[in-house]
Structure formats: structure tokens, C-alpha cells
């Protein structure tokens, strides 16, 4: 009666059909999370595919002034819910806090200091804001009630949600998050973060790499930091240097000789800090050295030889500047010795052989090596490129490779061949709010019309069925990047076709920020 008279509705909030419990359906034998889980239950779907993931302006809004001073606003409303919750155990405050929670946007944007907040009030957490906070966690569908129950555990200092934790970090949605409550609740918590970044690989490794380079780690984590750590699917760059020092890249190249699996690791993370100041904790010239030390011992790969021309080029530089250059006890002598080390290395095989056999391979980065290489060794390529496209017309990579080797004599076959071969019609179904399609070769159909838009940025008038397909693209990024060809082309150039679908685009873009530079574009051809 009392919430009929307040006209206060008590949701139903919690579901054995939760977030946590289709996880756990979704690990494999290994304790990985399979591909069908990365999409969560109450993810919104977009003409039944995948929801599209963030990328540059395009999907990623952040809240304004107004929105801000809301959130601030909410976060008072929120501490006063949980203050309820904490004391009486409330049903029509939990119900409210769940709401307020999950039907506001940018609400993960104040966890940070609605955390500080709670922390100052002393509020009691036995038992019912425990039991609250771990409900939120483990008994919802919504990603926003997760986040929120994760963190409110953790100034709870219980143990218990600590495996579920576990679990729920698996999801790059709350690995950062959970392996912060992992940090303060667990028992064994350089193991279990360890764990954890073994079976991730997005910006949830990353932090977890940061965090555990800040422990006590043992040698075979250190180990593992050298080998696998830097590994994420974003860029290496991003933990590169932390697993450089911490897993004491140095210190294991200085050794006599190394296993193929640390040359390899040692390929991929010193490129990465070369042009890096030395210092004492980091010296690339010494790390260099070794390395072509251990260079002489290995089974060379096309990637190898890239890398060893890419340290020659830089030897080259510090010896004409050794004059201004601080190189720890390093003199002109030691530079022109490893100079001489590298021609050596680099004359010892057949890498135009190598190379040939690398343009067959099915492995894209082999195949990638190969393609450097050759522009090294002065190799013409397209040729073999062209017989790549034929076998892999959607190849994004190959279009972006015949791009980057052509002349503009070869400009009118790569447009001929664009429309030949790329399924125009089928990817130009209408604008969408999205940026990357469900599926990989879905996305490189649109990735190829990307490279292929870009490149007619030099080409006025030509191309107009690509132009089109531009406009009428599902991917926000292509339609954004098809408007700044055509504002390079000048409207001078534009078919009545062209004019048409920009006029027809302007009504139905849904995308904000490329509406706003299609509306520029238009009124920019009006004052002409």
C-alpha cells in the first residue's frame, strides 16, 4: 500500500539469467572465454549483427557541461540509495538505485567518485550492503549494474565474490574493474591477477600488466611478461616498455645464448622503445647489440631481416651524430663494428627466395614481411599483388598494399578493378550508427571500400560508383571519409548524382559528427 500511495514502482531487478551466469556457459576447457560470450545478453543488436565497436568520434559520445553537472547531481542521489540500503536493507531503495543505474547515460562515467563519496560516509557493509553490491554483480543482466556491484565489493573487504570476480574480468567489459577488486579482496593477488591476464588481451591486459609490474612478481612471471605480456589486440606499444623492464629483456639477451621463442619476443618489443632516450634503466643500443649478437645463431625470418635493415638504419644515424648523441659508453668504434655485423647477417642467405615463398603464405603477417621486404630490396610487387587480389578480391590488406606500391598510371586498373571485384551493391545497404561490422569478411569488404575511397582523394571525377557506395555505406567512418574526398575533389567535380545523395544523406545521417561535417560540405558548395 505504501508504494501504490508513493507511486513508487519496486522492480524485479535480479535473474538467475545473469551476466555472470552466461559467462560461466561460455568458458572453454582451457577457462577462456569462447567468441560467443564477448557479446553480452542485453547488448543491443543492429539489423541482427553485432553491436559495433567504438572507434575514433564516431560512437564514443562523451558527456557535455550540462550532462556533467546531472551526473554530480546523481552521484548525491546515489550515496543517499546506498546510505538507505546499508542501514535497512530497503527494497524501494535498491529497486530505485538499480534503476537510476541502468536507465541513465554516461553512468559509468562517475564510478570513480561515487566510490571517493561512499568511502567517506562510514556506512555499515554488514549485511546488507554486501549482500546488495554482490547481487548487483553476480544476479543481473545489465552491464551497468555489474560495474557497479564489482566496485561497491570492494570497499565491502569480503573474500567470497572473489572467484565470481574472476569470471566476470574475463569480459573486456569488467577487466579493469575486476581485477582492481581483485587487488584489494583476494589472498593470493599477484596469482589470480597473473591468471587473469593470461586469458585476456584487450585493454584489460594492459592495465593488468601496469598493476602486477608494481608487485612482487616471481621469475617465471617476469618470464612470462618477456614472452606473452606485451601481447594485446590494441598495440604493443602500450606495455612494451613495462614488460622491457620488469620481465629483464636486458638482462636475459646479455646471457650467451636464448631459445627462438625469446629472439622472436625480443623482435617484437625493441622496436618499440629504440628512438628511447637511454637511461639507466633502459639503454636500446645495448639491447640492440645483443640482439644481432644472437642474431648470427638463429633461423632468420623475412620479419627478422626487416627488423635487422630497420637497426642498421639507426646505427647509420647515431654514427653521423655520434657527436651529439650521449650513448652510454658507446663510441664510433662499437657502432661501425655492429654496422659491419649486420651486412654480414644480412648477406648470409637467399631473402629474395624468402621472400617469394612469403608472398604464398596464408599467414597476413608473413605476408605483410614479405611486402617490406621487397620494397627494401627494390622488388616491383604489384605484379604479385595483383594475383593476390584475384585469389582475395575482399583482401583489405592487398588493396591497401596495391594503393601504397602504385603509380598514378595504375590508378584507372585499381578503379576497374575495384568495381569488378567489390560487391558495391551489397555493402551500400544505408547509413548506420556503427563503425565495425559482426563479422571478418563482412569488415574487410568495407576496410578495402575505405583504402579505396582515401585513395580517390587525387582523382577528381573518377570512380563515381565507389564515391556512391561511400555515401550509402553502413560504417560512420566511410561515410565521413567519403566526404573529405569529395571536399578535397571540390564541387566543381561533383556529378548531379553525387549532389543528389548528399542532399538525401543529410536527411537520414544518423551519425553526429559525420552530419556535421556532411551539412559543412554542403554549405561550403553553396558560397562557391
Known amino acids: 500500500m505504501k508504494n501504490i500511495f508513493n507511486k513508487t514502482e519496486v522492480i524485479k531487478w535480479k535473474t538467475d539469467e545473469s551476466i555472470l551466469s552466461f559467462l560461466k556457459n561460455n568458458i572453454d576447457t582451457n577457462g577462456n572465454l569462447g567468441t560467443n560470450a564477448f557479446t553480452l545478453p542485453g547488448d543491443k543488436k543492429i539489423d541482427n549483427k553485432l553491436p559495433f565497436s567504438t572507434f575514433g568520434p564516431f560512437d564514443n559520445p562523451k558527456p557535455g557541461k550540462k550532462d556533467l553537472k546531472k551526473l554530480k547531481k546523481r552521484i548525491g542521489k546515489l550515496t543517499k540509495l546506498l546510505k538507505k ?6 527494497i524501494k531503495s535498491e529497486s530505485e538505485f538499480y534503476k ?10 562517475i564510478i570513480d567518485e561515487f566510490l571517493y ?14 549482500n546488495f553490491a554482490h547481487n548487483l554483480a553476480t544476479k543481473t543482466d545489465n552491464k551497468n549494474s555489474v560495474k557497479f556491484g564489482i566496485a561497491i565489493l570492494i570497499i565491502c573487504e569480503k573474500k ?23 587487488s584489494y579482496l583476494s589472498d593470493n593477488v599477484i596469482s589470480d591477477l597473473w591468471e587473469l591476464a593470461k586469458k585476456v588481451d584487450g585493454y584489460g591486459k594492459i592495465n593488468l600488466v601496469e598493476y602486477m609490474a608494481k608487485m612482487d612478481m616471481s621469475d617465471e612471471i617476469r618470464d612470462w611478461l618477456v614472452y606473452e605480456g606485451y601481447k594485446n589486440n590494441m598495440l604493443y606499444e602500450h606495455s612494451a616498455y613495462t614488460c622491457i623492464i620488469n620481465g629483464r629483456l636486458s638482462e636475459k639477451l646479455s646471457k650467451s645464448s636464448i631459445d627462438n621463442e625469446l629472439f622472436i619476443s625480443a623482435g617484437k618489443l625493441i622496436p618499440v622503445v629504440m628512438y628511447e632516450e637511454p637511461e639507466e634503466q633502459l639503454n636500446p643500443v645495448s639491447l640492440l647489440k645483443d640482439y644481432l649478437k644472437h642474431s648470427k645463431e638463429q633461423q632468420l625470418k623475412i620479419s627478422d631481416f626487416n627488423f635487422i635493415n630497420t637497426i642498421k638504419s639507426y646505427f647509420e644515424d647515431l654514427l653521423s651524430e655520434i657527436q651529439d648523441v650521449n650513448i652510454q659508453n658507446w663510441e664510433e668504434n662499437d657502432l661501425s663494428n655492429c654496422l659491419i655485423d649486420i651486412d654480414e647477417i644480412l648477406i648470409s642467405k637467399d631473402w629474395n627466395f624468402d621472400i617469394q615463398k612469403a608472398f604464398k603464405s596464408s599467414d597476413k603477417e608473413e605476408y605483410n614481411s614479405a611486402v617490406e621486404a621487397a620494397k627494401k630490396m627494390r622488388i616491383n610487387i604489384l605484379d604479385i599483388l595483383w594475383d593476390k587480389l584475384i585469389s582475395h578480391p575482399f583482401d583489405s590488406v592487398t588493396w591497401s598494399n596495391i594503393i601504397a606500391n602504385a603509380n598514378p598510371e595504375d590508378a584507372t586498373r585499381i578503379i576497374e578493378q575495384a568495381i569488378k571485384h567489390l560487391p558495391l551493391e551489397e555493402i551500400s545497404t544505408g547509413p548506420k550508427n556503427c563503425s565495425i561490422p559482426d563479422t571478418k569478411l563482412i569488415y574487410e569488404k568495407h576496410l578495402s571500400l575505405q583504402y579505396l575511397i582515401t585513395f580517390l582523394e587525387n582523382y577528381p571525377k573518377e570512380g563515381h560508383e565507389i564515391i556512391i557506395a561511400g555515401l550509402r555505406n553502413p560504417m560512420s567512418e566511410n561515410r565521413y571519409r567519403t566526404i573529405e574526398t569529395l571536399e578535397k575533389w571540390t564541387s566543381s567535380n561533383w556529378t548531379q548524382e553525387i549532389e543528389n545523395e548528399l542532399l538525401k544523406l543529410k536527411k ?5 559528427y559525420v552530419k556535421k561535417n556532411l551539412k559543412k560540405l554542403i554549405l561550403n558548395k553553396v558560397i562557391q
Open 85 to 90: 540500503i546499508s542501514k535497512t536493507g530497503d
Open 100 to 109: 537510476e543505474i541502468t536507465e541513465t547515460k554516461y553512468i559509468t562515467e
Open 117 to 130: 563519496k561512499l568511502t567517506q560516509l562510514k556506512i555499515p557493509i554488514e549485511d546488507h550492503l554486501f
Open 160 to 182: 567470497k565474490p572473489v572467484e565470481d570476480l574472476k569470471i566476470l574480468g574475463l569480459h573486456e567489459e569488467f577487466t579493469v574493474l575486476s581485477s582492481l577488486a581483485i
Open 508 to 512: 537520414i545521417e544518423p551519425n553526429s
